[in-house]
């Protein structure tokens, strides 16, 4: 017999540093997950992600077990890495915040296609390029 799902919480986790304290710990906690047995796993396997903020989705079970999936860092995350940039523009219609190429929009398309809400990987790439646009990122090509 399945397990009954108490709750679904969704945390963003710097990869390979999570710990008991905000927002993970409290998050968890109020639901009766073992915190410290979640931040030893999570850390193990996100060891070679350093750096990087991740999306988790966390199912809490009636027992107090969970799973846990790990999705793909957000695409403004990504397109900060492709371009260099600490962040967007604050006024991206008048200021540019960097330029990047279709060949780079594709492959942030590509790496994010799993966790976006999309058919093929053209319009996935509609949607990172209107990420891009929002952040003061032109695309070229």
Not at 26 to 31: C, N
Not at 53 to 77: H, S
Not at 117 to 139: F, H, Q, Y
């Amino acid at each position: 017999m399945a397990k009954e799902v108490k709750k679904i919480v969704k945390v963003l986790v710097s990869a390979g540093a999570a710990t008991p304290a905000p927002p993970i710990g409290p998050s968890l906690a109020q639901h009766g997950v073992n915190i410290q047995e979640f931040c030893t796993k999570f850390n193990a396997e996100t060891q070679d992600k350093k750096g990087q903020k991740l999306p988790v989705v966390v199912t809490i079970y009636e027992d107090r077990t969970f799973d846990y999936v790990i999705k793909m860092p957000p695409v403004a995350d990504l397109l900060k890495k492709i371009t260099g940039i600490e962040k967007g523009s604050g006024a991206p219609n008048t200021k540019r915040a960097a330029i990047i190429t279709e060949a780079q929009v594709r492959e942030v398309a590509e790496q994010k296609m799993e966790d976006l809400n999309a058919d093929s990987v053209e319009a996935a790439m509609n949607l990172v390029k209107g990420t891009a646009r929002s952040m003061g990122i032109r695309v070229e090509g």
